[in-house]
């Protein structure tokens, strides 16, 4: 029986690759949030105001943003493998 072979499945990155990514989106989505919401929900009570904030940047940064800062981190460690060769 033969196994098909395909292209290798992409290192994951470290943890420590991970967290800063995640920490890049999670800080320019909050900054993006804050700046476009701020006036508006200002006068609102604090625990409102954060249940709008990270309503808004939790679906955005898991969804959205880590995702595409992994296919980002993924191609440009690909093409630094395959510029060393």
């Keep these: 029986m033969s196994v098909p072979c395909g292209p290798a499945a992409p290192a994951v990155p470290s943890v420590h690759h991970r967290a800063l990514l995640t ?13 476009l919401l701020g006036g508006p929900i200002a006068a609102l009570p604090l625990p409102v105001r954060t249940l709008i904030l990270t309503g808004v940047v939790v679906p955005v940064v898991v969804y959205v943003l880590v995702p595409a800062l992994l296919r980002v981190h993924t191609e440009v460690r ?3 493998a395959g510029s060393v060769r």
């Design 23 to 35: 920490w890049l989106a999670v800080y320019s989505m909050i900054t993006a949030t804050q700046l």
């Design 78 to 80: 690909r093409r630094l």
